[in-house]
T-cell receptor
Framework: EPEVTQTPSHQVTQMGQEVILRCVPI?????FYWYRQILGQKVEFLVS????????KSEIFDDQFSVERPDGSNFTLKIRSTKLEDSAMYFC????????????FGSGTQLSVL | QKEVEQNSGPLSVPEGAIASLNCTYS??????FFWYRQYSGKSPELIMS????GDKEDGRFTAQLNKASQYVSLLIRDSQPSDSATYLC?????????????FGKGTHLIIQP
């Protein structure tokens, strides 16, 4: 199975600090996504990214969030000023070109905001 | 507002029996339906996808879709302890592509040895 790699696996930060979560899809992935899952709750869609721009974003994805793919490889999620309620597992996901419906999830980054 | 509803469980099934997981969705234009398995602390893993009414079988897994009733289910035959996990139902709009999936909260399945 193709792998989507996420770093770091755990991130602890102070409230108000900026964090950047990183994802490395494999080369033939076409669409990229960020999801989050607060402990004990459902997986929630944040944003999708295609052709170097945001395609869709949810209500959760406010001005504190941004995404980019600066070098054509890494796909990043930045949270500018973290809040306690941003504590969650953040999953990167990607679709490959051949089986467009199949979504590959990364292993996730556990973000803890103190 | 797209909603996907699942019974959170836990659903306890004896080893070797059939586990039946259910999901309903609110958006009638939903076109693609997925079942993901998620072990505790891990990422979701796709196990089945289904797009048209009826049954789709893959090994021990069968997905069933009824668009008129807005209902999708997953059957796991010959349940194994390793099937113990949370099963997430997810739906997508027509065209898929860049649109994000809407997930249900998941059903926690426990297979009793």
């Amino acid at each position: 199975e193709p792998e989507v790699t996420q770093t770091p696996s755990h991130q602890v930060t102070q409230m108000g600090q900026e964090v950047i979560l990183r994802c490395v899809p494999i080369s033939n992935h076409l669409y990229f996504y960020w999801y989050r899952q607060i402990l004990g709750q459902k997986v929630e869609f944040l944003v999708s990214f295609y052709n170097n721009e945001i395609s869709e974003k949810s209500e959760i994805f406010d001005d504190q969030f941004s995404v980019e793919r600066p070098d054509g490889s890494n796909f990043t999620l930045k949270i500018r000023s973290t809040k306690l309620e941003d504590s969650a597992m953040y999953f990167c996901a990607a679709r490959d070109r051949e089986t467009n419906e199949k979504l590959f999830f990364g292993s996730g980054t556990q973000l803890s905001v103190l | 507002q797209k909603e996907v509803e699942q019974n959170s469980g836990p659903l306890s099934v004896p080893e070797g029996a059939i586990a039946s997981l259910n999901c309903t969705y609110s958006d009638r234009v939903s076109q693609s339906f997925f079942w993901y398995r998620q072990y505790s602390g891990k990422s979701p893993e796709l196990i089945m996808s289904i797009y048209s009414n009826g049954d789709k079988e893959d090994g021990r897994f069968t997905a069933q879709l009824n668009k008129a009733s807005q209902y999708v289910s997953l059957l796991i035959r010959d349940s194994q302890p390793s099937d113990s996990a949370t099963y997430l139902c997810a739906v997508n709009k027509p065209g898929g592509g860049a649109d994000g999936l809407t997930f249900g909260k998941g059903t926690h399945l426990i297979i009793q040895p």
